[in-house]
T-cell receptor, first 115, second 111 residues
Framework: KAGVTQTPRYLIKTRGQQVTLSCSPI?????VSWYQQTPGQGLQFLFE???????NKGNFPGRFSGRQFSNSRSEMNVSTLELGDSALYLC??????????????FGPGTRLLVL | QQPVQSPQAVILREGEDAVINCSSS?????VHWYRQKHGEAPIFLMI?????EQKGHDKISASFNEKKQQSSLYLTASQLSYSGTYFC????????????FGKGTLLTVNP
C-alpha cells in the first residue's frame, strides 16, 4: 500500500505570496490532518478533514485554510506569507471514524521557506 | 493545552534504559507515541486508550495513567536505531478529531 504523499517537498516563497500544499492519503483513509512543525515547538495542529468537511481547526490565523476533495486528497493554502510561516508542514491520514483512537500515518512533509 | 514532555533531551549509551514522560492538564482519552528521525516523517509507535493499559512493542513499552493524566514511554536496552525525537500526542475525546502534541524529547543513543 502506498504511503501518504505530499507535494511539493520543498518550497521557497517571499513574504506576501501565497502557497498551496497538497496531501494524498493512504488509499481508503478518509481523514486528513495537517500540522505545522517548527524547531522546539513540536507539531501544531492546523485542521482535520473528513469527507470534505472540516471537523476541527487549530489556533492559526485565517490566512491558513484547507479543503478536501471527494477522493480524500487534501490541500492547504497559506495566503499573505510571513517569515514566521517558515516550517515543515506535515499531513497525516487515518481511517477517520474516530481519529483519536486511530493510528495517524504521516507524510514526508513539505518544507516551506519564506524569505 | 499542549502536553508537557520530560526530559527535553537525554543521551544514552547503547544498552541503557530510558523513560520519557508526557503529562497533560486535561483529562485524556488516548495517548499516541511517535518517533521522528531528522528529516523524516514521524513514525507511529503505539496508542494507549483510557483504562490504564500498558502496551509493549519489542523493547519499547508504554503506560497510561488516566487518573494522573500521564503517560510514560519505556525504552529498554536501547539500540542506536532508537535515536530520534519522541513525541506524545494526546486526545481528550468528545469527537474533537484532534491530537495535541508535546514539544518532543530528543533521544541520542551513542555506541
Amino acid at each position: 500500500k502506498a504511503g501518504v504523499t505530499q507535494t511539493p517537498r520543498y518550497l521557497i516563497k517571499t513574504r506576501g505570496q501565497q502557497v498551496t500544499l497538497s496531501c494524498s492519503p493512504i488509499s481508503g483513509h478518509r481523514s486528513v490532518s495537517w500540522y505545522q512543525q517548527t524547531p522546539g515547538q513540536g507539531l501544531q495542529f492546523l485542521f482535520e478533514y473528513f469527507s470534505e468537511t472540516q471537523r476541527n481547526k487549530g489556533n492559526f490565523p485565517g490566512r491558513f485554510s484547507g479543503r478536501q476533495f471527494s477522493n480524500s486528497r487534501s490541500e492547504m493554502n497559506v495566503s499573505t506569507l510571513e517569515l514566521g510561516d517558515s516550517a515543515l508542514y506535515l499531513c497525516a491520514s487515518s481511517w477517520g471514524r474516530d481519529t483519536e483512537q486511530e493510528t495517524q500515518y504521516f507524510g514526508p512533509g513539505t518544507r516551506l521557506l519564506v524569505l | 493545552q499542549q502536553p508537557v514532555q520530560s526530559p527535553q533531551a537525554v543521551i544514552l549509551r547503547e544498552g541503557e534504559d530510558a523513560v520519557i514522560n508526557c503529562s497533560s492538564s486535561k483529562a485524556l482519552y488516548s495517548v499516541h507515541w511517535y518517533r521522528q528521525k531528522h528529516g523524516e516523517a514521524p513514525i507511529f509507535l503505539m496508542i494507549l486508550l483510557k483504562g490504564g493499559e500498558q502496551k509493549g512493542h519489542d523493547k519499547i513499552s508504554a503506560s497510561f495513567n488516566e487518573k494522573k493524566q500521564q503517560s510514560s514511554l519505556y525504552l529498554t536496552a536501547s539500540q542506536l536505531s532508537y535515536s530520534g525525537t519522541y513525541f506524545c500526542g494526546t486526545a481528550s475525546g468528545g469527537s474533537n478529531y484532534k491530537l495535541t502534541f508535546g514539544k518532543g524529547t530528543l533521544l541520542t543513543v551513542n555506541p
